[in-house]
């Protein structure tokens, strides 16, 4: 069950604000009714506040990445060794049509725990083709901040269990989204997810524009992740991804492009003007050998960049401490020592991923009358001693997972003292295994209908069994 809304204060803690100067401050900080309502020195605790104690502790604003598929998190570990159109076709594609409903709500509730456990306290997700109404269920009784949308798929060459017409995937959509956008005050938003150029026709993505524009839905895509996609996605439209989705109507302040690791100096100027965001995920990139994205650049150029892990299938964590370490040192060999500083890479974070989904008035810093979504991150442990002059490079380069103490959103304590409140972490880690494995069953038995996407018989996904755990047989 969901926690109530608690009044609390959080005392004598390091509040690092991601406010519009950066500001560090010592001082108490006052939630009330799901927001921020004090900061500031010696403030006295309201009749029954919690009061917590937060002397050695840094109070961040709560993580937000901006890309995540919680219906991959069941997959993690099952798709290793494999470059992005394989690791989609051949793994990732018959997985996720042999999900049904149960096992979705199981993939989305582990990716949850994750999440909120390492300090992540709101998402921009997309989902797979079906069942979206179990993943959104799992979401509702989390209290994790949420946008996100069913997938849209609609290509000729999409595998049978979720291609689906272009108006079957619209009409869906809109009905989802009628039913969840603006759900708990608002923590649950809808977004319309066409999963890539290729997966869809251009008549798709061109509703999909029409159709954001007209229930104020924000967009969420991939493009430009790995050359081979963007060498396909230029054979068919005679350009380069970003610049196709321009062509589309779907660039703009509404839309987040996850990935935009190729592209030429066209693409980043339409990026720049048109006010979209890239979402750079550096783990995602490294594990499926896809390249490096030129943060530096974007930023330079004007580009709200935002950070999100991907999916536990590609990356294979959900941890932002481990994307924000790779995006403060990736870009360091080739930008030089300077070319992303720790208090950048925070934004990212947290107030770029809250521009990125249009909430930057609501949530991503530290001020008065802003959402109470706060991670608390203990100073304490051998590694992140001695304390240097600058919390933003200790988050960046020391921290980890491990120290994050509580997570609250709206208000709602979803962590407190490293224990999740209302998902019982142990029990789910311990059916994961359980659950995959039904999953796995039905890809074996429905594959004969996905033929493009069937595993082929070296590389197959196969049920787990007892201690083998169904790791991916070794290539020929
Ligand atoms: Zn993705």
């Not at 995937?169 to 999963?195: F, N, S, V």
Request: aromatic content about 2%; some cysteine; proline content about 5%.
């Amino acid at each position: 069950m969901l926690p109530l809304r608690r009044t609390m204060l959080l005392r004598g803690g390091t509040l690092v604000t991601m406010d519009p100067a950066r500001s560090v401050v010592r001082a108490d900080l006052l939630v009330e009714e799901g927001r921020i309502a004090r900061i500031g020195p010696r403030l006295r605790a309201p009749p029954k506040a919690a009061v917590l104690d937060c002397a050695r502790k840094l109070v961040i604003p709560g993580l937000v990445q901006s890309h995540t598929h919680l219906c991959q998190t069941l997959f993690r570990n099952q798709a290793d060794g494999l470059e992005l159109l394989d690791w989609l076709s051949r793994r990732i594609w018959p997985l996720e049509a042999a999900h049904d409903a149960r096992s979705l709500r199981f993939s989305a509730r582990l990716g949850i725990a994750e999440l909120l456990l390492s300090g992540t306290t709101c998402i921009l997700d997309m989902g797979t083709v079906h069942h979206t109404d179990a993943l959104l269920r799992a979401v509702l009784d989390s209290g994790l901040r949420y946008t996100g949308g069913k997938c849209l798929m609609d290509a000729p060459d999409c595998p049978e269990g979720l291609r689906e017409s272009t108006s079957q995937a619209l009409a869906g959509a809109e009905r989802l989204g009628a039913r969840w956008h603006g759900k708990d005050e608002g923590r649950i938003r809808w977004a319309l997810c066409p999963r890539f150029a290729l997966s869809c026709t251009e008549e798709l993505l061109r509703r999909v524009a029409e159709l954001g524009e007209r229930r104020g839905w924000m967009v969420h895509t991939h493009a430009s992740e790995n050359r081979d996609e963007v060498a396909r996605v230029r054979q068919r439209t005679g350009m380069g991804n970003v610049a196709f989705l321009r062509r589309v109507g779907l660039c703009g302040p509404a839309t987040a492009i996850a990935h935009c690791v190729h592209l030429d100096a066209g693409e980043v100027r339409i990026l720049a003007e048109s006010g979209a965001t890239a979402v750079h995920c550096p783990g995602a990139n490294l594990k499926l050998a896809s390249g490096i994205a030129d943060v530096p650049r974007l930023l330079r150029s004007g580009v709200n960049v935002a950070l999100g892990s991907d999916s536990a299938a590609c990356n294979n964590t959900l941890d932002a401490f481990h994307e924000m370490r790779l995006a403060g040192t990736l870009h360091l060999p080739r930008g030089g020592a300077r070319a992303m500083p720790a208090s950048e890479v925070l934004a990212m974070a947290t107030i770029r991923g809250a521009r990125a989904l249009g909430l930057e008035s609501e949530i991503g810093s530290l001020e008065v009358g802003k959402k109470a979504d706060l991670t608390v991150v203990d100073l304490s442990a051998p590694h992140l001693a001695p304390s240097g002059p600058d919390p933003h490079s200790t988050l960046v380069y020391s921290a980890c997972k491990t120290d994050v103490t509580d997570t609250i959103v709206d208000g709602r304590w979803l962590v407190r003292d490293r224990k999740l409140v209302s998902l019982d972490a142990a029990d789910l880690a311990g059916r994961a295994a359980a659950e995959v494995a039904k999953v796995l069953d039905r890809v074996i038995r429905t594959s004969p209908r996905d033929r493009p996407a069937r595993p082929d018989p070296e590389r197959s996904v196969r049920p787990r069994r007892a201690g083998s755990a169904g790791a991916p047989r070794k290539r020929g």
